[in-house]
């Protein structure tokens, strides 16, 4: 028989104002198993706590109930507090007697009833409560970094300064991402390259950081504190560990392929660097353009030259698996595919019709026209530019319901940088409306204006050319009147979208994506860096559109999550996870397919059965990934699956005790 | 290649020569088209701009014909606006059961909306069709510069015509490179022509006009090619009008079933090409004349692969640096 | 199919007894947040604290109309919000299944609901349960399924 202590809290008067105290706690003496029954002025107070401490040790209790406030407001109060007894903490059942009892009721004697069955429930739950312990599970002290944009090399530095070691993997040939082919930086100006760069030098040199270039994750499995990836090194066809970056390689290649870095506007080497700066400062051949590797001429010029003798055409994809603590997801966004959607601006026929980072390209020092904004077409200089904000942003029908949020300020900077290279330039910003939420953002895009940017409220509905200008249709919707500018150049600031491939990253490491790919983060609001899976962060642009300075702070906040998780050497789970009957299980795995997260896998074990040794395959749950659902309990058709503190048991009590 | 056939009102007026060159097309590709008995008018800009209901009745009664007709056929429509306006009506009874009764009500007849609309420009557009003008042609156009011009309705609200991209359509421009034209690639090309306000508001729509005459210009055109009879008579009628005035544009407009005609040899007169008021059968004769544009041959194939020599090719490389 | 209402003998003071399954993330927080607001709603309805909509067994239904409760009513995060990613689509899906099954039992199909309700939708919380409370009481008694009716009148009304 189990010794049930009863303590009824009065809140002051917040519950006894209502409920009559005096008679749930006459009802409660009754109940099945109560030894005991207290009321108490304040419960969580500390005579409170301390009148159930000497209860429990007088009466020799063995579980709990209080009659209090939510259990979401003192649960975890109540369990410290009998952490430091002789029970054990998850011995304890809540009533809800002031939330869902006393303040939303003004009956007495109906409201009495109600804490009388609440407190009943309770009673009967807490008989079926069993002792539960958590356990710990080691913790790997290596974080991974996925992404090496900005917010991946922040992430990665923050967390290397710590002392942990991190992997920092990047898809493409270099640390960098989007930041690096910026020009200049909002409002500051600052030059973008000269603040990135030594940031990328960093992360390449740090001791904790192994950067892992032209990489990709390819396996997922384990859980926070124990992650098993595989990382897929792709075939870069220079030995790296031997080559000294020299770039003879790059000057002799005779096959030439536009560059993704310059936007298409340069041409680059199949054997190349995608930038000068680039970290690592080793090239990679591009195996689909590269005459020897695609076969189209044998080729082999980069192989004969190379001094150190570091090309290997016969070199193939490796796969590196590791373990780590904790995963930081940096994988940053592009920008959306506007020429497939908006044929109205031409759909991609007019060269000189060019998006924001090819603007960004065109007015950087180190781009293709080494800093001169000269139209793609012919060359020449423009002297009237059109800057279209919105595009595919803030547009359902055609692109992106959200607002993109950097573009109204980058806008401003491209008009400025328009009006201060180009002698008597013209710029005409359409807008829809300005929105300048940052510090320093708003006085910028006033400098703006006063540089003699002219904006236009209204949205271009259709861009064309004739006679060699590219005629800008739209309507200035504070005046009422259709414009029509004549311009020689036509930047689109288009919306943000997340990066190609980020399916992939968000299904291996089970994270919720929302309606237009972003992924999820566990609260919009108080986590914004977490992710439903325990152990991974987010940190940039792939959470959301943002800008620099907002997606740096995220990506040290990602950074302190982990630090976090990696300042103590074991983590404790929680206990109320679901555990499997294995004598009941018949191995069907349904309960896999249910599980959100991954956690339940099947297993073949030896049974003995009427004296025979066989082998059946059965379920088992990884302790460290369930996340205590129930999901699989509902739907296991054995009932070999029982979620401890939920147990079929006890809500079928629960059920029982109201019903009376 | 059979459709039910609604002419609409301007092809027995204004664009009697639309009506003409498609009878004569058609009967020369045997295309058949059987025209609606008893059609009644579209209801035009007029009805939806007083009556929703009236609207969508008056096209429904000529689909309501259609469905007695009992062919079960697309209907064939050469007009852009009649077009649009049976589309509209299709999609309501379609989408919408209690519009559908509506319509039945008040034209006292049954009406299921099974058969499909299309402009007739898509009837032509279809491969069956292209393939029986392609054997009937007998002069080329050697290359005449021609501005296929879609206007607003064939192509707009995307979401009810369904017909081809509703900002750069291809349809018209695939067919006269079969009668060996050029199409030139302008941007005016579904730009609204003025429709009837070029009657009530000529201040605000004369404009528009003249700027697809000038995009059209700008970009080299000879000719301009539509697909609907008051575009025709907007762009002829005001071109003639703003040539009076300062002769600008030698740019005649042409039906594209005109153009197809003349192409299978057809006389001018059987088509009625004299009524343009922008003379237009000189431009097809002359052009009739020109040289046989010259099959550009197709650059041998570089696709030869380029055989590096090892010794060699470096060198070369370095020059080039 | 036989309808379960027996109004006849309805005593005027009856009250009828609701369960509640609360998911413990958006529901419940959604009630707790009632409380808060000292929202007003009746009495009868009884919440009880699951971790998930999807942790609800179809047996806790069935044994809560076995036991004597006239309205059940299962309450989850929205559809897309679920705190443990998927558990309501489960839930949803389920639900539509025992609503079936109980209907073709003899139980009104009102008896049985599904509510999405959030963590910040207090007043959705006291709607939700204000209507179902007065739907149920309309109702009158549930008599199907329920132990005692087997033993008052015997196999006699099958």
Redesign the interface.
Known sequence: MSRTGVFICHCGTNIAAVVDIAKVVEKAKSMPNVVYVEDNKYTCSEPGQQAIKDAIVKHKLDRIVIGSCSPRMHEPTFRKMLASTEINPYMLEIANLREQCSWVHTDREKATDKAIDLVRMAVAKVAKNHALFTSSIPVTKRALVVGGGIAGIQAALDIADAGYPVTLVEREPSLGGKMVMLDKTFPTMDCSACICTPKMVDAGQHPNITVMTSCEVEKVSGYIGNFEVTIRQKATYVDHSVCTGCGICELKCPSKVTSEFEQGMAQRRAIYKPFPQAVPAKPVIDAANCRKLNGKAKCGICQTQCPQGCINFEDEDKLITNTYGAIVIATGYELIDWKSIYGEYGGGQYPDVINGLQFERLVNASGPTEGHILRPSDGKEPKSVVIVKCVGSRDPNKGKGYCSRACCMYAAKHAHQVLEKIDNAQCYVFYIDVRTAGKAYEEFYTRTLEDGAIYVRGRVSKIYEEDGKLICKGEDTLSGQTVSVAADMVVLETAMVPAAGVEKVATLMTISRDNDNWLQEAHPKLRPVETHTAGVFLAGVCQGPKDIPDTVAQASASAAKVCGIFSKAELQTNPMISKVDIEKCSGCGDCAGICPYKAISMQDMEFIEHGKKITRRVSTVNSGLCQGCGACVAGCRPGAIDLLGFTNAQILEEVDALCL | MKYSYYPGCSLSSTGLEYGLSTRYVAKKIGMELHEIPDWNCCGATAAHSMNHDLALALPARNLALVEKQGLGLEIAIPCAACYSRMKYAIQAARSSEKERQKIEEIIEMPYEAKNDAICLLEAFAREDAQAAVKEKIVKSLNGLKVASYYGCLLVRPAGVTQFDDNENPQSMDNLMTLIGAKPVNWAFKTECCGASHQVDAPKVARPLIYNILRNAKANGAEAIVTACPLCMMNLDMREFEFNKAKKEFDIPVYYFTELLGMAMGADPKELGMEKHFTPAVARIKEAFKRPPEEEKPIKKAKAKVEEVKEEEKPKEAIDNE | MSVDVEKKNVDPNW?P?I?SFSC?WCT??G??L???N????P?NV???????S???????VL??FQ???DGVLVCGCHPGDC?????NY?TRR?FLLMQRFLEYNGIDPRRFQARWISGAEAGKF?DTVTKVSNDIKALGPNKKFQESWYKERGESNE
């Open positions: 009250e007894k369960l413990n419940y927080a009630a707790d009632a409380g808060l000292r929202m007003k709603y009495e009884r919440v009880i604290r699951v971790p998930c999807g942790r609800v067994n179809p047996q806790f044994r809560a036991k004597g409760s705190h443990y990613v998927t558990g489960f389920r006291r």
